[in-house]
């Protein structure tokens, strides 16, 4: 997937009117407005995503196209503009200019964060943050994909249906053993894992993940790039990282930020053996 | 895992808390009004009167304490304000009382005696009704639960916490003590509501509604400990401690904090109220001095000193302070303030999770988890310290090298 991909031709009137533009005629595929539209197999696009602070730009015409079902890793040296990405992305950052679509339709730049939440973009942040004084059990069960008002949990009781989902998170985070103790109790890599696992239960389409496996141990690390390839396919997911062995193991396509923009593309031994790659680490 | 709501509620407390309960209610139900009526004085298992109003009066205090913890200890959300609340169901209950008297005030008129002195004709608007019982429990829920829907959800809204919440909800009280204080407000100002005599047509002195209203006191605290237990341990408590915790991320998994917080507060505030209502006719006065800061304050250092966080903590707070108050201001009335401030101190600095959590902590009962997490975490050998993040640097040896 490195064909950069025109907007004009999967979006004949132009990005500015997304809410009703309702796919290709040619399809014949109708999809309403604010729901997701993976018919072209792209579940994220950024198209010239421009952010500066202060004058300092943190992303300078960001293009990147996320297939669905892929499991992307992004890297770069500090500060090149890896967490700004996921911001404009999350909702947290407004860019100041260019385009943030969620498959076909879903306009980024104009959602705010739960929104884009809900909307089934899952994000872990760099730190763990996790709710220390519940089991881990029920970290996963507040973040369970559900009625989430005053009246419904009050009288809630998990469904068979839901204890099971419960459950099948909490082997995949391989968290099972220890699912009823307080989550402050874990060790730094479970605490990443139980959050990933957070996001899980709330059954995203992309999940972003930055830094993952920062202060995992090996063995921790090798456990996490495991999940992370069960979990591609059927999610897609963006992960933010340093440590190249982790990338590595990932296998994926691997693309390289620097100075708010691309600079190169493609797997990780191509990137590794770009010259403009080497220069900008070795030139550090 | 799909049980039926009763099967969650008996379940939600082990056997023997309900055992515990079982021989609360006997005592309070059965134990002392035998002691005090059958008994005679000379017997030293008699119950005097004294103590059955002391006793009605301190279970009325437990309830309010409890009410604090389920907004303090489980929501985080430090109120200085639930004396207010508290005597807003006294002075709404204390109306109808009021109206109770009849003719037999000091002018033989049907009005209340401040009413006649201030020279008012007829009853005012707000006290229409006052002479129903019905209207009065309305009253004793409706306005302080009004008043703190309305103040909670302006302030929760606004995303006011900590120290400026406890504050405004200090000043907020403050302000209606001025208000109650004047005799144009309509309720008997400085001196309030007492001399009472009758509640629906009964003596309210008499042995029988003492212990009525003390029979009362003991299952409103029952109650009131019923639904904390059931509270505590649905998923509405653990989203309310995960507010507690850390709100952000709860509002980021999709639950708006608003309601929650709006929803214990209101209950809070009027769990208060109803508590408010059955201390007034046991101790038969009410006037603005309930709302005083001293009073809000108060209500914080028993569930202080009993430990914050558990439904038993602040029952035991506010006997052990109440006791200790009544013998303190009997035995050495100037040293009361003196001992509550020690008290507190002492309290915050060597027992952080009071007399529970000290209970606890003596007898290796198995502790609860609050205390597991706080406790320092031996270090697990598997979690280094984390890296930090120039790993970046590690690409160009392998770039290089590949
Ligand atoms: N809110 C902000 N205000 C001002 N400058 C910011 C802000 N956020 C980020 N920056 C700057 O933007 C640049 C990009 O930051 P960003 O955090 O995206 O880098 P990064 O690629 O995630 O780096 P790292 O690898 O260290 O995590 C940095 O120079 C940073 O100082
Ligand atoms: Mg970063």
């Known amino acids: 997937m490195s064909t950069v991909l025109d907007p004009q031709a999967v979006r004949p009137e132009g990005l500015n009117a997304p809410e009703n533009w309702e796919g290709p005629a040619s399809d014949g595929h109708v999809v309403k407005a604010g729901e997701l539209d993976l018919s072209h197999k792209v579940i994220l696009y950024l198209d010239d995503i421009s952010v500066s602070f202060d004058g300092f730009k943190a992303l300078n015409k960001l293009n990147l196209a996320i297939d669905v079902g892929e499991l992307r890793c992004i890297i770069g040296p500090n500060g090149a503009g890896k967490t700004t990405m996921m911001d404009v992305i999350t909702g947290k950052t407004r860019p100041d200019s260019g385009k943030a679509f969620f498959g076909q339709t879903i306009d980024l730049t104009r959602m705010t964060e739960p929104e884009i939440a809900h909307a089934g973009i899952g994000r872990k942040f760099q730190k763990p943050t996790i709710f220390e004084h519940h089991t881990a059990f029920e970290n996963l069960e507040l973040a369970m994909k559900m009625d989430k008002r005053v009246w419904k949990s009050l009288f809630a009781a998990l469904s068979d249906d839901e204890y099971d989902r419960v459950s099948s998170v909490l082997k995949q985070i391989r968290l099972d053993h220890e699912a009823e103790r307080p989550a402050g109790l874990l060790s730094h890599g479970q605490k990443q894992w139980l959050e990933i696992g957070m996001l899980l239960m709330q059954e995203p389409r992309l999940l972003l993940l930055d830094e993952p496996v920062a202060g995992m141990t090996d063995d921790e690390t090798e456990r996490t790039a495991e999940l992370f390839v069960s979990l591609a396919g059927k999610h897609s997911l963006v992960v933010v990282e340093h440590d190249m062995s982790f990338v590595e193991a990932l296998g994926g396509m691997v693309t390289v930020l620097h100075e708010g923009s691309v600079l190169a593309e493609g797997d990780l031994a191509t990137v590794q053996n770009d010259q403009r790659v080497i220069e900008v680490y070795l030139g550090r | ?402």
């Open chain 2, 1 to 402: 895992m799909r049980t039926p709501l009763t099967i969650r509620f008996l379940t939600s407390m082990p056997r023997s808390g309900w055992l515990a309960l079982a021989i609360f209610a006997l005592v309070a139900w059965v134990a002392v009004p035998m002691a005090h009526l059958m008994l005679p004085e000379s017997s030293p298992f008699f119950v005097s009167a004294y103590t059955v109003t002391l006793m009605g009066k301190i279970l009325c205090y437990a309830v309010v304490a409890v009410a604090m913890d389920l907004i303090w200890g489980y929501a985080g959300i430090l109120s200085l304000g639930h004396g207010l609340f508290f005597a807003l169901g006294g002075y709404a209950f204390g109306m109808y009382l009021m109206r109770q008297i009849g003719t037999d005030g000091s002018y033989g008129v049907n009005l209340p005696d401040f009413m006649v002195f201030l020279d008012w004709k007829e009853l005012p608007w707000f006290w229409v009704g006052s002479d129903s019982f019905i209207w009065a429990l309305v009253l004793v829920v409706a306005v302080p639960g009004l008043l703190a829907f309305i103040f909670g959800y302006f302030a929760f809204r606004s995303r006011i916490k900590g120290v400026y919440f406890s504050i405004i909800t200090q000043a907020l009280t403050y302000a209606a003590m001025l208000l109650f204080f004047r005799n144009e407000t309509g309720f008997g100002g400085n001196n309030g509501f007492t001399d009472f005599k009758r509640i629906l047509g009964y003596d309210i002195t008499s042995a029988e509604m003492r212990l009525i209203l003390f029979g009362l006191s003991a299952a409103l605290l029952m109650f009131v400990l019923l639904l904390g237990r059931y509270l505590v341990t649905s998923k509405f408590g653990r989203v309310l401690a995960a507010i507690r915790d850390a709100e952000s991320r709860v509002m980021f998994i999709g639950y708006q904090p608003l309601w929650y917080k709006l929803f214990i507060w209101t209950l809070s505030a009027v769990l208060c109220a109803l508590a408010g209502a059955l201390y007034v006719p046991q101790v038969g006065i009410i006037n603005p001095s309930e709302m005083s800061a001293a009073n809000s304050i108060e209500i914080a250092i028993w569930v202080a000193v009993g430990g914050r966080g558990t439904l038993i903590g602040p029952v035991i707070g506010a006997f052990i302070v109440n006791l200790a108050k009544s013998y303190f201001t009997v035995e050495f009335p100037e040293y009361w303030l003196f001992f509550l401030g020690f008290l507190f101190i002492g309290v915050t600095l060597f027992l952080p999770d009071g007399v529970v959590g000290l209970w606890r902590k003596l007898f290796h009962k198995e502790i609860g988890r609050a205390e597991d997490v706080s406790a320092p975490t031996p270090p697990p050998k598997s979690s280094p310290p984390p890296e930090p993040a120039v790993q970046s640097a590690s690409i160009d040896a392998k770039g290089a090298a590949a």
